[in-house]
């Protein structure tokens, strides 16, 4: 979006502004120089509608203090997506569940909380059950792991604070595509996980298989990573022909 946006404004001044540097970010990171510059802004407008921006996290700062779209953005998206993914995950979630032998789980990331948007139960015997609704844990599990692996540098290290895994584990996370926790969240219990992206290739959801160690094993990565990763990436390919 150029300096000319301006000419054909919705009539609300600092509206049109705020989209103006919304729309000069979604080229990538710019420092103050570079937004004013790729705005057509006064250095002082600029720099006030940015950091006003920045307090509602629709604006950020990478580790280079550069501005860049913030994590907001991302969390409207996925809501405005969220019916066209609940009603694509019903079937996918029964299939893994009948598969694995296993509960399956869609989770979507708000604020430091996962929460279960979806489930498919096993119907019999020991099984973890997530009630829907559920909000978990940011700082364990392998559905936290998926959520938090590919976020922005600067969220990504502010999420590992207190977390009970390591940046080396989320980096393998990014590299294999899919994570594993054995009783991270809860003892007992563990499960696998893999990340369900939006037509943009964002991750929005993750996606998991759950279950008492005993069955599920100590290493369940082994067992269920590459039938939650098919029907991860299948989601992934139902949202993109539904354009959520």
């Known amino acids: 979006m150029d300096k000319t946006s301006e000419d054909t404004g919705s009539g609300v001044g600092v509206l049109d502004k705020a989209a103006i540097v919304l729309g000069a970010l979604e080229a990538g990171p710019a420092t103050l120089a570079q937004l004013v510059q790729s705005t057509g802004l006064a250095r002082p407008t600029a ?91 940011m700082r364990a599990g392998s559905a936290a792991q998926i959520l938090l692996a590919w976020e922005e540098p600067d969220r990504l290290h502010r999420g590992l604070l207190g977390a009970r895994f390591t940046a080396t584990q989320l980096s393998a ?54 039938s939650v990763m098919s029907s991860a990436n299948h989601l992934t390919e139902l949202l993109a022909r539904a354009g959520a």
């Not at 037509?199 to 290493?219: E, K, W, Y």
């Open 173 to 226: 996370v990014r590299r294999r595509g899919w994570a594993q926790s054995i009783g991270e969240r809860e003892p007992g219990v563990g499960s696998v996980s893999a990340p369900v992206r939006g037509p943009n290739g964002r991750v929005v959801a993750a996606l998991s298989v759950s279950g008492p160690i005993d069955r599920i094993t100590r290493q369940p990565g082994r067992l269920h990573a590459a």
């Open 47 to 137: 720099h006030r509608l940015a950091v006003a921006l920045e307090h509602h996290h629709l604006v950020a700062r990478d580790m280079q203090g550069r501005f860049i779209l913030g994590p907001r953005l991302g969390e409207l998206a996925a809501a405005a997506g969220e019916d066209r993914l609940l009603a694509s995950a019903g079937p996918v979630l029964a299939a893994l569940r009948d598969h694995t032998g296993e509960s399956a789980q869609l989770y979507r990331r708000q604020g430091d909380h996962r929460i279960c948007v979806a489930a498919a139960e096993r119907p019999i015997g020991l099984r973890d059950s997530v009630p829907l609704g559920s909000a978990l844990t």
